[in-house]
């Protein structure tokens, strides 16, 4: 077999006495650069003609290029002091192949014409042949060019390095090049010269990044700082801006790309992240594939480092939408309520809501987990069904075997279930003492261990309580632990009762429009309505609008018809309507929704807006038999 020297001796007569490229002994990068030289017009037997930018047109082009062309001086100099007296020159040009910046050793000088070395000397490929500069510029990746490789012969005692410079956005900024004598041939200079580029590139990632949040990230600890570092921008909204090459190498180019959401690339919220950084230099982050990485952020000064409240956000054709639930709360004391509990989303702590049965208390509770913007689930829990024997299993879950009658493989319990969502604890004033405390443990540090179990796990949660009772009466008659109050309450707020809302017409015509076919009231209908107290609130006049659907033939219902049914059924204000009255006419209603509907017991509960489970409780009270 040829040596590398000989191959390329027999290739350069081919080329210098026929005039064209020897399909043998060239690799197929300077194969494709030498035909690309004789299509430029180039003659390999002579010299080539220097190109040389005027000196006012060349301090256009690095005024243009100031930031890289910085970069690159401070570069050059670092890599120059790793290589200096090894009869090297070291250069950097521009995406068009225009020397910016360049250094050599004196000893270089008696190896090559340094006047080809000279800042405004261009290294295109169409100019000076075939050279690692111009190579790297075509390819868009790392080339070595080893003497007779060269177009030119001037140039085949040199051995050149280059590797193309790239912005965050991918484009291409410029190359850097070293060259030394061929006989001293150094096989680490490549490896340099890549480590110096991915540096420029870094430095130029965080220049152009300067006013957004940047994390510096690697799996092991130890690499932040270094040259291997990954890079992400993010803006003050938490959508990805960019990455450098090394994070697209991390990531292995699964799932990242500009726009997406940190919410949607990691395992934490983005307020919580920000939090963080504000508590700690040094933090670790989880992806939504469960890699672990080591994390260094640099937040601008005009970012606050403080949790931010941001509602989720969703993009359609480049637009934003606000993930909000369709509530109704244009009534003063109902935007009081939403006002209060998102800014208590802004530090995550406990919310309490007390209303009257009836007013909403899980659809509020469902909203601050729309617009809280976690990924977990809603799970609500009645603490009044929770059996004091159960319970500490049902929440806090249980390991395989850890009772007689527990289920095969144990239970992760309702609060895991809730990680990173929402865990809703309605009528927590029946939750029993025992549970209480056990909750008042798990509220101090946020850690869940499984009865029967021996390691805990931390969970992130929302957490919000409801209840129609008074607890601080409950608390004063003992029945309501105070410590466990003062943990669950550092957000409270009352949800007004439906007679004293201004919204009623809304909150009437919002039900009204789940009604298929749509049903529409007179204004009188409304006024009349209006008049009445229902102490079942929102949920009586759900279950009233529904029996009014079921009677009406016309669409538009008058006052006199609703009149007619409120006298029909029984009177609904005043002192006459008590609990049992208003219990019957519930079952009342599913009743004859299942007749309406042939027995289908999903359709009942879509009508209704109930679960299957409910209807089925409902039916079976009133002893119907179920087809």
Request: neutral net charge; charged residues 20%.
């Amino acid at each position: 077999m040829l040596s590398f020297e000989k191959q390329i001796k027999r290739a350069r007569i081919v080329l210098e006495s026929k005039g064209n490229v020897p399909s043998a002994f060239l690799n197929p990068e300077i194969h494709e650069s030498w035909n690309r030289c004789l299509a430029f017009g180039l003659d390999p037997t002579g010299q080539p003609d220097q190109k040389i930018i005027a000196q006012n047109e060349l301090e256009k082009i690095k005024a243009k290029n100031d930031v890289i062309s910085r970069l690159a001086h401070v570069e050059l100099k670092n890599l120059y002091m790793q290589i200096s007296g090894s009869n090297f020159a070291i250069l950097f040009a521009n995406q068009d192949g225009i020397v910016l910046e360049s250094i050599c050793d004196e000893s270089f000088r008696t190896v090559a014409d340094t006047s080809y070395l000279t800042p405004g000397i261009a290294w295109e490929e169409s100019v000076n042949g075939t050279n690692a500069l111009g190579c790297a510029l075509n390819s868009r990746h790392p080339v070595t060019v080893h003497a007779g490789e060269h177009f030119f012969r001037t140039f085949s005692n040199l051995t050149c390095v280059a590797a193309p410079v790239f912005d965050p956005d991918g484009n291409l900024v410029g190359a850097m090049d070293a060259s030394s004598n061929c006989h001293q041939r150094q096989h680490h200079t490549h490896a340099l010269i890549k480590m110096s580029c991915i540096t420029i590139e870094n430095g130029l990632f965080k220049n152009m990044m300067s006013n957004k949040i940047v994390l510096e990230m690697h799996n092991r600890p130890e690499f932040l700082g270094t040259l291997h570092v990954g890079l992400m921008a993010f803006d003050e909204n938490g959508f990805l801006l960019n990455g450098n090459r090394i994070v697209r190498y991390l990531f292995q180019n699964a799932f990242i790309k500009p726009g997406m959401h940190f919410d949607g690339i990691f395992k934490c919220r983005f307020d919580e992240f920000l939090d963080s950084c504000k508590r700690n230099h040094l933090i670790h982050l989880q992806d939504i594939h469960g890699s672990y990485f080591a994390v260094r952020t640099f937040v601008p000064d005009s970012i606050s480092c403080a949790p931010i409240f941001l509602r989720p956000q969703i993009r359609i054709d480049g637009k934003k939408i606000s993930a909000t639930p369709r509530m109704v709360h244009s009534d003063p004391g109902m935007k009081s309520v939403v006002n209060d509990v998102e800014k208590a989303l802004l530090f995550k702590a406990p919310i309490h809501i007390y209303g009257e049965t009836g007013t909403g208390k899980e659809i509020l509770s469902r909203h601050i987990h729309a617009v809280s913007g976690v990924r977990g689930k809603f799970i609500a829990v009645n603490c009044a069904n929770l059996t004091e024997s159960l319970a500490e299993s049902e929440l806090f879950g249980y390991q395989n075997g850890a009772f007689t009658g527990a289920e095969r493989g144990g239970s992760p319990g309702l609060i895991l279930q809730a990680n990173e969502g929402t865990l809703f604890l309605d009528e927590i004033g029946d939750m029993p003492l025992s549970l209480q405390a056990k909750l008042l443990r798990f509220l101090d540090d946020w850690h869940v261990r499984p009865v029967g179990g021996t390691t805990e796990q931390k969970v992130d949660i929302n957490l919000i309580t409801a209840t129609n009772r008074n607890l601080k009466i409950a608390v004063d008659e003992k029945r309501f632990r105070e410590d466990f109050w003062y943990r669950i309450n550092t957000m409270e707020v009352h949800i007004p009762p439906l007679r004293e809302r201004s919204d009623f017409s809304e909150i009437a015509e919002s039900i009204l429009k789940n009604f298929e076919p749509p049903l529409k009231l007179e204004k009188e209908a409304i006024e009349v309505l209006r008049g009445e107290t229902w102490p079942g609130n929102i949920r009586q006049l759900k279950n009233f609008l529904v029996r009014l659907h079921i009677k009406s033939t016309d669409r538009l219902v008058t006052g006199n018809q609703v009149q007619a049914l409120l006298g029909n059924t029984h009177k609904i204000s005043g002192k006459e309507t008590s609990p049992n009255r208003f219990r019957e006419h519930q079952l009342d209603i599913v009743q004859k929704t299942y007749e309406q509907l042939g027995g289908n017991i999903s359709a009942v509960a879509r009508k209704l807006g109930i679960s299957r489970n409910t209807v089925y409780k409902n039916l079976s009270l009133l002893g119907v038999h179920i087809r």
